[in-house]
C-alpha cells in the first residue's frame, strides 16, 4: 500500500537555470546531486546508452522533488498548456503571496496572472512557470 509520495520528477534542459530558480526561489536545498549510468539506470528507465544528472532537492518539511537533465536522449522542448494531459502543476504554498509575486517578477519569472483572491475568501493564488515550463501554483492561506 502507498505510504506517501516520495518525490517528484521533473526533466530540464538548463540545470544551472532550474537548480537557481528552486534553490534560490523556491528555498529548496541540495540533498543529492548525482551522475548516473549504466545498467541500473538504463533499466529502469528503458533506454539504452543513458546519462543522466539527478538531483534530488528537499524543503525544510522533508518533501523532495528531483530535476533531471539527460545529457543523452534528450527531447525537444515543447511548450505545456495547462490543460495539457497528464501532470498539469505543482503548488506551494508561500508565506505571503504579494511579496513573492514582486521578488519573482523582479528576477523575469513569468507569471499568468496577478495574485487572485479565491471565491471562498480563503487563500491567494497565482501561477507561474519555471524555468523548464513546469506550472507552479503560488498559494497563501488567508
Known amino acids: 500500500m502507498v505510504e506517501n509520495i516520495r518525490h517528484t520528477g521533473i526533466v530540464v534542459d538548463n540545470l544551472k537555470k ?7 526561489k523556491m528555498d529548496f ?7 548516473e549510468s ?15 544528472t539527478t538531483v534530488k532537492l528537499i524543503l ?7 530535476l533531471l537533465d539527460f545529457a543523452t536522449h534528450k ?8 490543460n495539457d494531459i497528464g501532470p498539469t502543476h505543482l503548488a506551494f504554498t508561500v508565506d505571503n503571496l504579494d ?10 519569472i513569468n507569471f499568468i496572472s496577478k495574485p ?3 471565491q471562498d475568501g480563503r487563500v ?4 507561474c512557470k519555471s524555468p523548464e515550463g513546469t506550472y507552479i501554483e503560488l498559494v497563501e492561506s488567508i
Open 18 to 24: 532550474s537548480l537557481w530558480f528552486y534553490t534560490e
Open 29 to 35: 536545498s541540495v540533498f543529492k546531486y548525482q551522475d
Open 38 to 52: 549504466g545498467p541500473f539506470i538504463e533499466s529502469i528507465l528503458g533506454l539504452d546508452a543513458l546519462v543522466v
Open 60 to 66: 525544510k518539511n522533508r518533501q523532495m522533488i528531483e
Open 75 to 82: 527531447k525537444n522542448i515543447s511548450e505545456k498548456l495547462i
Open 99 to 108: 511579496e513573492t509575486y514582486t521578488d519573482f517578477l523582479n528576477d523575469g
Open 116 to 118: 487572485k483572491m479565491s
Open 124 to 127: 491567494k493564488v497565482a501561477f
